[in-house]
């Protein structure tokens, strides 16, 4: 967990800088070509570099799964994301949420059902895991939501460039990347 957090983390630090130079130079759009350009490329790193593997107990794909988890998580965040436009009454946002709920509810279930699953809700039982999925949840969605504050204030309040703006929140962010509680060491 310590590597995928460093890596995520890593991540983070580096998009600040790279988005914030392409929307300097190059219009909003460019970062969706990036992605498209990093996807590519990383798919074909791991086509080159790591080894196929024979697995005798071949797990099989879990559809069903993925679709209530994308659908669950999908209709949570957008309900929370257009919750402040449309006012958290509002039909799309309460039905985005009830739906949301709906299928996190039906994830749960069919994953406690499935001889293989994708996520075993049952590990939520343990309790180091459960405490540390959780301290992980709280302290990235904190970071990453001061982060998103902050950019925008740097750039809409302070008129602050892209690029400057994530500059100026670089030293916060490896303050963040370097903690041990961020990496859980």
């Known amino acids: ?19 914030g130079a392409l929307l300097e130079f190059f ?15 990383a798919l074909a790193g791991t086509a080159a ?4 593997s024979k ?3 071949h797990a099989t794909l879990d559809p069903a799964g993925a679709v209530l988890a994308v659908a ?12 402040p436009a449309l006012g958290w009454g509002a039909l799309p946002v309460m039905a985005a949420f009830a739906v949301g709920a709906l299928a996190l509810v039906g994830f749960v279930l069919w994953e406690l059902r499935s001889e293989r699953p994708m ?6 039982l343990v309790g180091p895991f459960s405490a540390g999925a959780l ?26 460039s892209p690029l400057v703006s994530g500059l100026v929140v670089l030293p916060m ?5 370097l903690s041990p509680a961020s990496n859980h060491l």
């Not at 570099?49 to 196929?52: E, H, Q, S």
């Not at 904190?142 to 902050?150: D, H, I, P, R, S």
């Open 1 to 19: 967990m310590g590597v995928w957090a460093g890596v995520a983390e890593a991540g983070a630090f580096a998009s600040l800088l790279v988005s």
């Open 27 to 41: 219009p909003w759009p460019s970062i969706f070509a990036l992605s498209v350009i990093l996807a590519v490329l």
């Open 49 to 52: 570099v790591v080894p196929t």
């Open 55 to 57: 697995d005798a107990d």
């Open 72 to 83: 669950g998580i999908s209709g949570v965040v957008f309900a929370i994301i257009e919750g």
């Open 119 to 124: 996520l075993d809700p049952r590990l939520f």
């Open 135 to 160: 301290s992980m949840t709280m302290s990235h969605a904190a970071v990453f939501g001061l982060f998103f504050v902050a950019l925008q204030y740097l750039q809409q309040i302070m008129g602050y």
């Open 173 to 177: 962010v490896a303050a963040f990347v």
